[in-house]
């Protein structure tokens, strides 16, 4: 756990250091740009698509459950805004009161609070806010409100392929970001450099896999709770697979389910460390290049101390 949790805090500092920082900025830019240009161009062809899938569902269903996709929408960004503002001001105590070794456990309580909070509040009002965003939906014609729901269903297409087109320019990139890591921390060793093809060919791979269920799943984004759990574990799967694989193909000859068992507590912490990167616009373009940083920090350590 100390391992893990070195590598985590490591990973946040490195984010904001220029050498990583301009490749975070450059990549998530134009990914960004690209994939709202392309939504603006095919946005027509989008919303169709989308309202082809609402006139499946039950208008009722359609109302009651946009309403409850704002209302959790709602609860999650306050959730991880406040845990956001909670390290901004506090941040600099918060590291000289608590060892790196107790920091991940500190940070997922910071964040447990932070929904613990959140959710008490929506004990007490949640019906209001919910009852709000009904009325808001009821105000509205028909038309309307299918209209608003596929435009929603529009922008988690369009966000989608920023999280995962972001996940591929990472691995792309994944050598020469490591390589000043490694120069810096491990400079005795050298990460492997001939297994460039084979991240990107299994890189693409997941994401296809991942761009093929989306798809599919997207009728299930109006079953209340399954919904989230189901972006969430796609989520998951993706950056898991992803990071990791980068992390000891950079490390490792031949990556095998074997090696994958060694690491894995630090592979499935830091991924679900990463994934929180995603429920925040802007924010998620730091998410591919975090989870590299730590992934890749975490096996060379292990390596060592083994």
Do not use: C
Not at 64 to 91: D, E, P
Not at 192 to 213: E, G, H, M, P, Q
């Amino acid at each position: 756990m100390g391992n893990i949790s070195k590598s985590i805090v490591f990973a946040f500092k490195e984010i904001v250091q220029w050498h990583t920082m301009k490749y975070i900025l450059l990549s998530g830019m134009v990914v960004t740009a690209l994939w709202l240009g392309l939504g603006y161009v095919m946005w027509d062809g989008i919303v169709t698509f989308s309202a082809k899938i609402i006139e499946m569902v039950p208008f009722s269903l359609v109302r009651s459950n946009g309403a409850w996709m704002l209302s959790t929408f709602l609860w999650f960004q306050l959730v991880l805004i406040t845990f956001a503002l909670t390290y901004a001001f506090w941040g600099n105590l918060i590291l000289r009161k608590i060892s790196k070794e107790k920091y991940t456990a500190f940070s997922l309580l910071i964040l447990a609070a932070s929904g613990v909070f959140w959710a008490v509040v929506w004990y007490f009002k949640g019906h209001y806010i919910y009852e709000q965003f009904i009325k808001l939906l009821t105000w509205l014609p028909f038309e309307t409100v299918e209209k608003g729901i596929a435009f929603l269903i529009g922008f988690y297409f369009i966000y989608n392929a920023i999280v995962v087109t972001m996940l591929f320019v990472t691995s792309m990139v994944s050598e020469a970001i490591v390589e000043d890591i490694e120069i810096r921390e491990f400079g005795e060793d050298d990460i492997v450099r001939d297994n460039t093809f084979k991240t990107v060919k299994y890189t693409l791979r997941d994401s296809a896999i991942f761009i093929v269920v989306s798809l599919i799943a997207t009728p299930l984004l109006f079953v209340p709770v399954l919904n989230i759990f189901i972006q969430v574990a796609l989520w998951i799967w993706l950056t898991k697979d992803t990071i990791s694989y980068d992390a000891l193909v950079l490390t490792h000859q031949k990556v095998t389910p074997t090696l994958k068992s060694l690491y894995r507590g630090g592979i499935w912490m830091i991924t679900l460390v990463t994934v929180l990167f995603n429920f925040i616009p802007v924010l998620n373009i730091f998410g591919p290049f975090f989870g590299l940083t730590a992934m890749f920090h975490y096996v060379k350590n292990s390596q060592k101390e083994a």
